[in-house]
């Protein structure tokens, strides 16, 4: 759930403003509206039903930021956050998803949010099963004494050289004794990490058999996916040997021993609450079912505004059936995108654009803007190639001419072509760096430095600046 001491608005600008430039009003707006849900959850008991979020609307054109912007507003939230395209929605009874699939989604992950995090708390319980588990296939326990009357065989450690070699010179009295002890010096090799190349087998368990049901006529999505479940969880599970390595046994077996300690019931709860109070759907290119002269004409703009009529209950609130329960979308933040380049946010039907009462444009990116991106951001393009040249030993460093006419050039191709936004400047850094990217390692080898120089960028992009047509460029 949101977190007692959340951040602030300003803070929430702040964390915006270290991944993306400029857009300084959307980022107000989301931010009030982030600081809202935690608002809501603080208010009194008796109005908390009553405050519904300010869905936002967020008009641009493509590469300026608005995905950018809602992708790391969930993470700031930490909160369930699907992101969908209006544009793959189909009006009911026709082929293609239903709207009400992004709410599905948005529980499936969910579920998988608080699965994860209950497993991680789990994990050192589960970390000590699985040491036994790996031990048992390393050195099965001693079970009973051979039928001759004799001693029972001593146990197939898996090594050359004989277990007393392992052990020690003092042997046990008793082949039990010597087991134990065996055991236990593996247990050591085990925690020291001396074994993680070792193979060993272990059993896996087998997912469920994927049962195919015809579902009765009416049956919608969710009812059947819950009957599919039940009936596989019905099915006798298998299970199956695999060879592996100690390294990959613990991650298979801590996997599959956490999730046998957490609730599934508790943790479906938790993520339908989660989900209800935190979740945040992102309805991407919205402009694409907004209808031209109210869809008066027929052909697709009735069916465009017929998926407006079907977003509209999910919006407003309803409830929506899932296999993990009902999930209620009153208090579901939504918030929508659209470059409305042909269309305008005025074509959406009137009871849409009410449940937007946010509308926030964002701004075209200047030269300006494309050199701070190209700077400062946590995961600018010039430190995304540094690191990945760091991998070959190899140091990247950029002059700031060399930025600004990386800068300026990016800005000229969208001025002379489509505007794509920041997005140009992957195709403009790719062109600029393909040919280093792959002379290393085999010309150019560790410890080399390379400057980028503006002289280098004039060099390397010449042709991308001669050729008006640029068609070649376009992303």
């Known amino acids: 759930m949101l977190q007692e001491h ?10 915006l403003d270290k991944y993306i430039i400029g857009q300084h009003e959307a980022k107000r707006h989301v931010a009030i509206a982030l600081r809202n849900r935690w608002r809501r959850l603080h208010a009194p008991a008796d109005m908390q039903a009553e405050i519904v979020p300010n869905n936002i609307l967020m008009i641009g054109a493509t590469g300026v930021g608005k995905t950018e912007i809602a992708r790391r507003l969930a993470h700031l939230a930490d909160a369930p956050f699907v992101k969908v395209e209006a544009s793959k929605f189909t009006e009911v009874g026709y082929v293609g998803r239903d709207v009400e699939s992004m709410v599905r989604d948005l529980a499936e992950q969910s579920v998988n949010r608080v699965r994860q995090r209950r497993q991680e708390e789990v994990k050192a319980q589960a970390a ?16 009973a004494p051979a039928k001759d009357g004799g001693a029972a065989s001593r146990v197939n450690v898996g090594f050359s050289g004989s277990a007393e070699n392992i052990v020690g010179d003092a042997l046990p009295t008793s082949d039990q004794e010597l087991n134990e002890r ?6 050591q090799k085990i925690r020291d990490g001396e074994l993680e190349d070792r193979h060993i087998e272990i059993q896996v368990a087998q997912g469920g058999p994927n049962v195919g049901i015809m579902g009765a006529p009416g049956m919608d999505e969710a009812a059947l996916s819950g009957l599919q479940e039940m009936l596989g969880n019905m099915m006798p599970k298998k299970s199956r040997k695999r060879r592996l390595t100690v ?3 613990r991650k298979v077996l801590l996997e599959e021993e956490a999730s046998k300690l957490i609730d599934m019931d508790e943790v479906k709860e938790e993520a339908v609450r989660q989900a209800e109070n935190a979740g945040i759907i992102f309805i991407d290119e919205i402009d694409k ?8 004409n027929g052909g697709p703009d009735v069916s465009r505004q017929g998926v407006q009529r079907d977003l509209l209950p999910i919006v407003e609130g309803s409830a929506v059936s899932t296999k ?16 409305f380049h042909v269309s305008k946010p005025s074509d959406l039907i009137p009871e849409l654009q009410g449940r937007f009462p946010i509308r926030v444009e964002l701004q075209s990116l200047t030269k300006d803007d494309f050199y701070r991106i190209l700077k400062d951001p946590k995961n600018a393009l010039t430190k995304q190639y540094e690191a990945l040249l760091k991998a070959e030993e190899v140091e990247l460093t950029f002059d700031d001419a060399a930025l600004e006419r990386v800068a300026q050039i990016a800005f000229e191709v969208n001025a002379e072509v489509e505007n794509i936004g920041a997005r140009r400047l992957h195709t403009v850094m790719s062109r600029l760096l393909n040919d280093l990217l792959f002379d290393v390692p085999d010309k150019i080898g560790p410890h080399a430095h390379i400057q980028i120089t503006a002289e280098l960028v004039e060099e390397r992009l010449a042709s991308m600046v001669k050729n008006r047509d640029l068609s070649q460029y376009i992303l």
């Open 6 to 15: 959340f951040l602030t608005p300003a803070q929430i600008v702040a964390e």
């Open 128 to 143: 000590q099963t699985v040491e036994d588990l790996i031990l048992d296939a390393l050195i099965p326990p001693l079970m």
């Open 182 to 187: 065996t055991r236990e010096r593996f247990r």
């Open 247 to 249: 390294t990959e046994a």
């Open 289 to 296: 079912v907004a209808t031209s002269g109210g869809g008066k």
């Open 324 to 339: 993990y329960g009902i999930v209620n979308t009153d208090h579901i933040l939504f918030i929508a995108a659209g470059a």
